[in-house]
Structures are given as structure tokens and as C-alpha cells.
């Protein structure tokens, strides 16, 4: 296809604004409700899986530095011992404690070091994730059908590309080690509180009770708030995409307040959300750090007790000293400590969880279905006789667009389509080439059924030019090439001379290689649409077609490129959609479509001597006569 050949569906919302489902049909917003976290975590886990290297190399470094962490109270504990009090004399074990601070410094030397490659393997962990679930996104993006790009807004989707994608990058870069080294302190901190005192390790488990009531009940209004936050913030970017893109009908009817309003609607139910979802997850840190603190002292006291009283029962570390409290306060620091982490992470965690949620809602989409299974249909052979028979289509069930349909395109034929507004001109287009399927009926090229034919050599077969056109944030040469992605230098410049581009290009200071801006706004209407009809010269189709091609130039610069229309059109079938009559008065064919059937069907000047609905159009724009 020449305006959309080899692009991806990503740009056809744009091509689809006209003819496409009704206003009603676009509104799919995802849901708020949070869906199954779980298996939510396990997809994230799989495509972290896939760098296992990379993830078994952090893992190995986050063990060693867990480990070094778990030695350094224990060594702390043995060189306090070694100040010992007898008969009222302090008596100290130098060599004893340089050895153990030796040990020490050169494990904190160890854990420095460390930490620091932790945090260079958990960055391109991180990147590496998202890079590899970026591109799956994308790629499913590009294949969805045409169907749900109409159905959802772009802002939104772009959102779950950028805001989403980025929200698990870097819960990936910072929660992966504090998790597995949070359990892995965990455990080797409760071994050794055991191993110093059963009895002190009972008195510190109630602040473990204590952290899993708060955290549960604060979990329940996390899983509500972050999920609606992240949804809200795609609609929000929906609403900006929709007003940036749409700026000049917003300005030219003086709606600039009103879109303000909406945005500051949108905007006020994110906040609200926003502000419910991080107080909750900001409330989870301040309250672990208090209940760690109770336990702290609870500790300290009761060992303080124990040690008074010389009470240890069931330890293997032999009888309570104050190398062993302090060792003791330490393991308990560090066994709440994880956890208190892991409570402040959870805000970043759930809004992962639910941005990937909403991720892999667009990767669960099934992709656009081909059934064309006719791999020696050939582009190159196409005749170009299409016949649409007894065909029917809704875009929303039960609201019939066509119905009856009848219509055939003789090979080489230039039939024009004409009809009000919302008639199913369009329509036609978007069924011809598979953007949507019928509901019954058949559609046959060159006696085939287009259902046999592999959608990609279909559409291969057929270039069109359409109203909204499609400019790339790239050269026009570039642009031009993409009707033929291997078209040489002098093919290009070809194409542009037929189509009257060279005009207005050839006078610019970089000529062909001057660089447009994002949907050509640093060009005219007309010449976006010069554009895309040299595009459609440098694929060379079999099937044109022209929908309406040349509503955006004005009078004189239409009747400039009527020649290069014509030997574009020379030779092949081409369909015709069009409002101006002037453009139509030569087609071999006229059809009137109204209310879903063709209602008039032959040439200009039959259609006319029948004094019907072609004649009421045609003399209402040329002679001035009321319908």
C-alpha cells in the first residue's frame, strides 16, 4: 500500500479518523479494579529470567555482601568481649581485638566494593528487562488490529509504552537485591538470634506480629489507589495527545478553556488518587520504623535483664555478655530492617505490579488474524476486478453501515464512490483491505476471495491516498521512499516530479533533504498531500486508491496534478472517494451510495440524464440548486 505500506498500525488511528466507528465505539478505558497480581509478579520474573546471567551474577554479588553484613555484629560482638571487668579491673585483649577489627575493616572493604557492582549489574539488569518487554510491547503495538487502535486512546496506549515501562525499570533496579538480600538477612539473622538467645529472639518476634497487621491492612487500600493511578494517568496523557494533536480546532473554536477544564478534571481525580495511593504507601515506612524501634528497646531491656540475672536458657553461645547484647541489637536492626525496606519498596512495587498489568492487557490482545493461506498469489499477476456481493458490516453490533451491498470493479476501471456523509464510503475502503472484516458476504480480486489471500501481499497489491496524510519526522525524500523502501535516489526524485513535488521542494535550501517536522506542520496542507500522492507513484500499485486525494489543494493545484492523477490512474483499477464532483466527472463509473446500498450506479453523464441523488449533489455544488 503506498500510504501504508510496511507502516505500522501505530499510524493508522490517524488514517481511520474518517469512516472508522462510531464516537461511542472508541471509549475503552482499561479497568481500575487490580487484577491478578500474581501472575502479574510471575511474567515480570520471566522476562527478568531471560538476562539469567546478568541476574545470577547480582544474585551471587547480593550473597556475599548479605554475607559480609551478617558477619560484621558477630565480629563486633567478640571484639567487645574482649574488654573484660575483673576484680574491679578493666582487662583488654589487644591482639584479640586488633584481629577482629582488622576482620572487620576488610569485610565493610568488601561490602563497599561490592555494593558498588550490585548497583552497575542492577541497572543494565533493569534496562535489559525492559528493553526485551519495550520491544514485546511494541511489536504486539504494531500487529494489533485496526479495531483496537480505534477503540482506545492513543495517549493511553503511549503512556503504557513510556510512564508504565519506565515504573518497572526501576522497581527492577532497586527492589530485585533489596528482596532476595532482604531474605537472605532475614534467615541468617534469625539463625544467629537463635544461636545467641531463644529466649531474646521470642521478645523481638512481637514486633514481626506487629509489622504484618500494619502491613496488611495498609496493603488493602494500596492494591485500590495504584492501580486507578496508573489508569487515570494514561487517560490524562490520552486527553493531552488529543488536545496537542487537535490544537487548531480547539484554538479556531475558541474551546482552549474547556479543554482546560477536561484536563483539570482528569487531573484532579489523579491527584486525589495519587495523594490516597502515596500516603498509604509513605505511611508503610514511618510505621515499621516505630514498630522496629519498640522492639529495639523491648530487646535491649530484657537482655539487659538477662544479663543481669545470668539467665540464657537453650543457647549455644553459652551465657549472656555485653558482646552478646550488642551483637543481639544488631540482628534484630537487621532483621527488621529488610523488612521495613521491603514495606517503603511496596509503593513503587504495587504501582509495577499495576503498570505491567496494564502492560501486558495490550501483549494479551490477540494480534491481527490472517487466514490468507494462498502463498502463490502474487502481486505482480493482480488484474484488478474486485466484486463486493451481498455484503453486510457493522462496526458496532447491531448499528448496520452496509447492508445488501452490491458492487463490482472491472480490471482497469476508474469508478468513483460518492454519498453523504456516514453513507459507508470508507467503509468500503476498510474492508477492501482488511482493516476490518465483513460480517457476510464475500469480496472476491480477480475471482478470489481477499479472506485466501495473505493480508500483506493484499494490501501490497493496493496503494492509497488518503485525506489525513500521513507525514514521518523525516526528509521528504524519505518520506516519499516510503511507498518503496529500496527505491533509488532518481526513483524518488521521479516520483516527486509526477506528482508535483519537486515545485516546492527543489526551492527549499536543502531541497529533498530537508527535514519535516512531526505531521509536516513546517509544510502547507497541499503539499503534505503532494507528498503522499508521490508516495503513491514510488510504490506503483495495482489497485489505486483515492480517498479523497485531493480535498486539501486548492482549485489551481488541482487541476496542475490532474495529468499525474491521470497517468497514476492509467492502466490500473482505481477507486475513487470523493466530495468535489470536479474529480469524478471522467470516471468510467460513478456510484451512489446512501444509507448503506448502492443506490445510483453509472457514468457522469447517465447518472445525470436520471435526475437522482448524483444529479441533486452535482447541481447543488455547480449550479447552485437546492436539494
Avoid at 80 to 96: E, V
Wanted: proline share 3%; with cysteine.
Amino acid at each position: 500500500m503506498a500510504e501504508q505500506k510496511n507502516s505500522a498500525p501505530m499510524q493508522m488511528p490517524r488514517v481511520m479518523g474518517r469512516g472508522g466507528p462510531p464516537p461511542h465505539a472508541r471509549m475503552g478505558m482499561p479497568a481500575e479494579k487490580p487484577k491478578n497480581a500474581g501472575a502479574t509478579v510471575k511474567r515480570i520474573i520471566s522476562y527478568i529470567g531471560k538476562n539469567k546471567y546478568l541476574l545470577f551474577a547480582l544474585l551471587a554479588i547480593m550473597l556475599i555482601i548479605t554475607l559480609t553484613n551478617l558477619l560484621a555484629p558477630f565480629l563486633q560482638g567478640l571484639a567487645i568481649d574482649c574488654i573484660t571487668l575483673s576484680d574491679s579491673r578493666l582487662n583488654i585483649d589487644i591482639n584479640g581485638m586488633i584481629t577482629y577489627l582488622l576482620l572487620l575493616g576488610g569485610i565493610y572493604l568488601i561490602s563497599s566494593l561490592l555494593t558498588y557492582f550490585q548497583g552497575i549489574f542492577a541497572a543494565k539488569l533493569s534496562q535489559t528487562t525492559v528493553k526485551v518487554m519495550r520491544n514485546d510491547l511494541f511489536k504486539k503495538i504494531s500487529y494489533l488490529p485496526i479495531k483496537y487502535t480505534d477503540t482506545h486512546q492513543h495517549g493511553d496506549i503511549m503512556s503504557r509504552m513510556t510512564n508504565d515501562i519506565e515504573n518497572i525499570s526501576n522497581t527492577v533496579s532497586q527492589s530485585i537485591a533489596s528482596l532476595f538480600s532482604g531474605v537472605l538477612t532475614l534467615f541468617g539473622c534469625f539463625m544467629f538470634m537463635i544461636f545467641y538467645s531463644p529466649m531474646l529472639t521470642l521478645v523481638s518476634m512481637t514486633s514481626i506480629v506487629l509489622t504484618l497487621i500494619v502491613t496488611r491492612t495498609l496493603t488493602k487500600f494500596m492494591r485500590k489507589y495504584f492501580p486507578m493511578q496508573q489508569s487515570l494517568l494514561g487517560e490524562l496523557n490520552g486527553h493531552i495527545e488529543e488536545t496537542v494533536t487537535g490544537y487548531k480546532t480547539v484554538a479556531s473554536f475558541s474551546r482552549e478553556k474547556r479543554a482546560c477544564d477536561d484536563f483539570n478534571v482528569i487531573s484532579d481525580k489523579l491527584t486525589d488518587a495519587s495523594i490516597k495511593a502515596q500516603i498509604s504507601g509513605g505511611v508503610m515506612g514511618p510505621c515499621m520504623n516505630v514498630i522496629g524501634n519498640i522492639g529495639f528497646l523491648l530487646v535491649a531491656g530484657v537482655g539487659a535483664y538477662f544479663l543481669i540475672i545470668g539467665f540464657n536458657p537453650l543457647a549455644l553461645s553459652g551465657a549472656i555478655t555485653v558482646g552478646t547484647i550488642q551483637a543481639f541489637l544488631q540482628y534484630t536492626r537487621n532483621f527488621t530492617r529488610p523488612i521495613n525496606e521491603i514495606a517503603q519498596q511496596y509503593a513503587m512495587i504495587q504501582t509495577a505490579i499495576a503498570g505491567a498489568e496494564r502492560v501486558f492487557e495490550i501483549m494479551d490482545n490477540p494480534p491481527e488474524t490472517d487466514e490468507g493461506k494462498d502463498d502463490s498469489f502474487s502481486v505482480e499477476n493482480v488484474k484488478g476486478d474486485i466484486n463486493f456481493k451481498d455484503l453486510s458490516f457493522s462496526y458496532v453490533p447491531g448499528e448496520v453501515v452496509l447492508h445488501d451491498f452490491d458492487l463490482w470493479i472491472k480490471s482497469g476501471q476508474k469508478l468513483a464512490i460518492v454519498g453523504a456523509t456516514g453513507s459507508g464510503k470508507t467503509t468500503v475502503v476498510n474492508l477492501l483491505t482488511r482493516f476490518y472484516d465483513i460480517d457476510s458476504g464475500s469480496i472476491t480480486l480477480d475471482g478470489q476471495s481477499i479472506y485466501e489471500i495473505p493480508k500483506k501481499k493484499l494490501r501490497g497489491s493496493i496503494g492509497i491516498v488518503l485525506q489525513d496524510t500521513v507525514i514521518f519526522n523525516d526528509t521528504i525524500a524519505q518520506n516519499i521512499r516510503y511507498g518503496k523502501l529500496d527505491a533509488t535516489d532518481e526513483e524518488v526524485i521521479a516520483a516527486a516530479r509526477t506528482a508535483k513535488v519537486d515545485e516546492f521542494a527543489e526551492k527549499l535550501t536543502d531541497g529533498y533533504n530537508t527535514v519535516l517536522t512531526e505531521g509536516g506542520s513546517n509544510l502547507s496542507q497541499g503539499q503534505r498531500q503532494l507528498i503522499a500522492i508521490a508516495r503513491a507513484v514510488l510504490a506503483d500499485p495495482k489497485i489505486l486508491i483515492l480517498d479523497e486525494a485531493t480535498s486539501s489543494i486548492d482549485t489551481r493545484t488541482e487541476v496542475y496534478i490532474q495529468e499525474a492523477m491521470l497517468a497514476l490512474m492509467k492502466g490500473r483499477t482505481s477507486l475513487i472517494i470523493a466530495h468535489r464532483l470536479s474529480t469524478i466527472r471522467d470516471a468510467d463509473k460513478i456510484v451512489v451510495i446512501d444509507k448503506g446500498r448502492v443506490a445510483e450506479a453509472g457514468n457522469h453523464e447517465q447518472l445525470l440524464a436520471q435526475g437522482g441523488a448524483y444529479a441533486k449533489l452535482y447541481n447543488t455544488q455547480f449550479a447552485g440548486i437546492a436539494t
